[in-house]
């Protein structure tokens, strides 16, 4: 979970929220809409482009999204995976998919735009380097996950991962319970 400088990829719960706060003050509804669902999803970019109309189901407060990671071929067919979304995003979605049909394409911007939507939040709020990034934002939306003791299966489905083995990656992060287990052997007025 840290880059080859030692850097971390994925945001602390303060820059997490900042970076919350930063997206929902975003004025353009599309780009604040589209920085809100991968914080709240940890989706990648394409699977969040990729939605439509039809994929918002408001009465279970879910958007289903296809797994690019998990692709077709031949004989296999998409595979998609639902993501929980709180009330909040989905009345926003409310908001944008007013006079779109059901199999309108919610956002109408590329990748890059995107993946600039989410860097200038993250140069807002005074962070760089690889956790400024929309996939730092999925890797902590794992973090902020496994800190909560949510089991490791279901963040596997709920991040879309084939393997096991790739959402175990997520347990490789400094945890309260290892600060606890850590601060017990230091001595009581240490330095």
């Known amino acids: ?84 979304v709180p009330r909040e995003l989905l009345q926003l979605y409310r908001d944008l998919i007013k006079g779109k049909n059901l199999d309108d394409r919610l956002f109408d911007f590329s990748v890059s735009t995107g993946y600039r939507a989410v860097k200038t939040h993250m140069e807002i709020i005074g962070l760089s380097g690889a956790r400024a990034t929309p996939r730092g934002l999925r890797h902590t939306f794992a973090v902020s996950h496994v800190l909560k003791h949510v089991p490791l299966p279901i963040i596997q489905k709920w991040m879309g991962h084939k393997d096991l083995q790739s959402t175990a990656v997520y347990l490789n992060i400094v945890s309260e319970e290892e600060r606890y287990y850590a601060q017990q052997i230091w001595p009581k007025n240490a330095v």
């Open 1 to 84: 979970m840290y880059d080859k400088h030692g850097i971390r990829k994925y945001l602390s719960a303060a820059e997490r929220r900042r970076f919350y706060e930063s997206a929902v003050a975003e004025t353009d509804l599309g780009k604040k809409i589209f920085c809100l669902t991968i914080y709240f999803t940890g989706c990648r970019i394409s699977e969040v482009l990729e939605l439509r109309v039809d994929k918002i189901d408001f009465d279970n407060e879910i958007i289903v999204v296809r797994t690019l990671k998990q692709r077709e071929n031949g004989d296999r067919p998409p595979s998609y995976r639902y993501c929980l």
